[in-house]
Structure formats: structure tokens, C-alpha cells
């Protein structure tokens, strides 16, 4: 499995954009970047995947490097409810059959 | 449409007793997928099975650890003679032909 490298922790403050950064130097031409976010005591939650473009849905906007090497995540606004442990994982186009290869992910704080 | 389903929430069990836990798919998931989180560890992948089929156990435990997913009913992880060393959250995802992983609010099993 391609690794991905997150910083361990972030912090924001509410109501301002948050950019979370995942490197992928190793990233092969099929893999598809995931993002994930465990809230506290919970099950990981699907936030967003994308392969070469730049993706927008309702929770967050998923920005790609040209070369695929790097991604990040932008939270444009954060909110208390933001505060998770955020996972970037590569994995095949749909993560349905793939199994996802969880690091240790980045601890976002959100100040109030 | 209710989420992935799963239960108990908690478990308790004396080392040397079976636990089971269960996982009931989102209506429409063919796919479901059990995953461990150690104390103080990221998500590590365990099995991925569809309808009476293990399609990849390569995270299993070789010993005391099964799982199946049975034509009718829910999918079962289920561990033989537990240790203090498998306590743990157990989360199971589902999915559906194509798309991306829904996760359960997990079991934890603590082993006294």
C-alpha cells in the first residue's frame, strides 16, 4: 500500500478555514486519495476522494497537487463538531472492495 | 435509512470466554468489512467479506478470531477464548457495489 504522511496535530479556531496537508510522494497513476474523520468515540466518517481534480461536496473541498503528490483538505469554515482525527488514505477508485489503510492521521482542534 | 448497525456498543468478558459481535449492513451494502482500533492506535483492516463469501482475511488473527457474513442475518466477528491483549473498539463497515465505506459506532470489548 502507497503511505501517505500527515502532521500528528492541527489547530483552528472557529469559523476559519482549515487546510489539512497529506504528502503521497508514492502514489501510483490508479489510486484515488480518500479522506476520512473520526469524531471522538465514533466510527470513521467519509468526508470526501478525489483522483487529479480539485473536488467540492457540502462538508469540505479536496485541492490536488498537479503532480499528485501532495493534497489537501479545506474545511472552509470550522466548527466545534470539526474537532476529529482526519485520515488520508489512498485506495482504489471506489473504496467498496478495497480495504482502507488507516495512518495515524492528523488530531484537528478546533478553538472556540 | 439506518446506519450500519452494530452491537453491542459494549461488551465486557472474563478472559477465556467468547465474545460476538454483530454488524447488520445498510440496507442495499453487499460489502462489509471489520476493522480493530487498539487503545491509543490507528484503525487496522481485518476481513472483508460479502454474502457467505470471506473475500480477504489477511488482518485476522490466525487463531480464535472468525467472521462470516451469512445470506440471511447480520455479520459476525466472533473471538474464541479472549485475552486482555483483545480488548479493543471493533468497528464494521459496509458498503455498497460501488462507493464509499459507511462505518458503525463500533463495539468495544473490554476483557477482564
Known amino acids: 500500500d502507497a503511505k501517505t504522511t500527515q502532521p500528528n496535530s492541527m489547530e483552528s479556531n472557529e469559523e476559519e478555514p482549515v487546510h489539512l496537508p497529506c504528502n503521497h510522494s508514492t502514489i501510483s497513476g490508479t489510486d484515488y486519495i480518500h479522506w476520512y474523520r473520526q469524531l471522538p468515540s465514533q466510527g470513521p466518517e467519509y468526508v470526501i476522494h478525489?483522483?487529479?481534480s480539485n473536488v467540492n461536496n457540502r462538508m469540505a473541498s479536496l485541492a490536488i497537487a498537479e503532480d499528485r503528490k501532495s493534497s489537501t483538505l479545506i474545511l472552509h469554515r470550522a466548527t466545534l463538531r470539526d474537532a476529529a482525527v482526519y485520515y488520508c488514505i489512498l485506495a482504489g477508485r471506489e473504496t467498496s472492495g478495497s480495504r482502507l489503510t488507516f495512518g495515524e492521521g492528523t488530531q484537528l482542534t478546533v478553538n472556540p | 435509512n439506518a446506519g450500519v448497525m452494530q452491537n453491542p456498543r459494549h461488551l465486557v468478558r472474563r478472559r477465556g470466554q467468547e465474545a460476538r459481535l454483530r454488524c447488520s449492513p445498510m440496507k442495499g451494502h453487499s460489502h462489509v468489512y471489520w476493522y480493530r482500533q487498539l487503545p491509543e492506535e490507528g484503525l487496522k483492516f481485518m476481513v472483508y467479506?460479502?454474502?457467505?463469501?470471506?473475500?480477504?482475511e489477511s488482518g485476522m488473527p490466525k487463531e480464535r478470531f472468525s467472521a462470516e457474513f451469512p445470506k440471511e442475518g447480520p455479520s459476525i466477528l466472533r473471538i474464541q477464548q479472549v485475552v486482555r491483549g483483545d480488548s479493543a473498539a471493533y468497528f464494521c463497515?459496509?458498503?455498497?457495489?460501488?462507493?464509499?465505506?459507511?462505518f458503525g459506532q463500533g463495539t468495544r470489548l473490554t476483557v477482564v
Open positions: 478525489g483522483l487529479t
Open positions: 463497515a459496509s458498503s455498497p457495489t460501488s462507493g464509499e465505506a459507511f
Open positions: 467479506l460479502q454474502k457467505e463469501n470471506i473475500i480477504d
